[in-house]
């Protein structure tokens, strides 16, 4: 596993993400240094952005939107957020683009 996805002990998974709202599509991009890039469909204006990537990634990982959260960069493209109820294995499979 990289650098933009940490297990703690307790099973929460930590990704570092770099964001590029206002693609034309919402997908994985790739990995951005120590982040993993993701583009959003969404602008970045009002939170729509930020909203649209915890919908993004619960959807990926088959996980109720409650159970992501935006732990830091609500105003950057670089964002750290928290996911309970998944495994390091699982970010790997469905976010890594090159498995």
């Known amino acids: ?6 297990t703690a002990g307790d099973g929460r998974l930590t990704l570092t993400l770099h ?15 120590d982040a993993l890039k993701i583009r959003l469909a969404a ?6 952005a930020n909203e649209a990537l915890i919908k993004f990634l619960a959807e990926r990982f ?3 939107k409650n159970k992501v959260t935006l732990k830091s960069g609500h105003t950057s493209r670089r964002k750290v957020l928290e996911i309970i109820g998944s495994c390091a294995e699982e970010a790997s499979a469905l976010l890594n683009p090159h498995p």
Do not use: E, N, Y
């Open 62 to 64: 088959r996980l109720p």
């Open 1 to 6: 596993m990289s650098d933009w996805c940490r």
């Open 19 to 33: 964001i590029q709202p206002g693609a034309k599509k919402t997908d994985v991009a790739g990995l951005h240094g």
């Open 43 to 48: 602008p970045p204006v009002d939170g729509k």
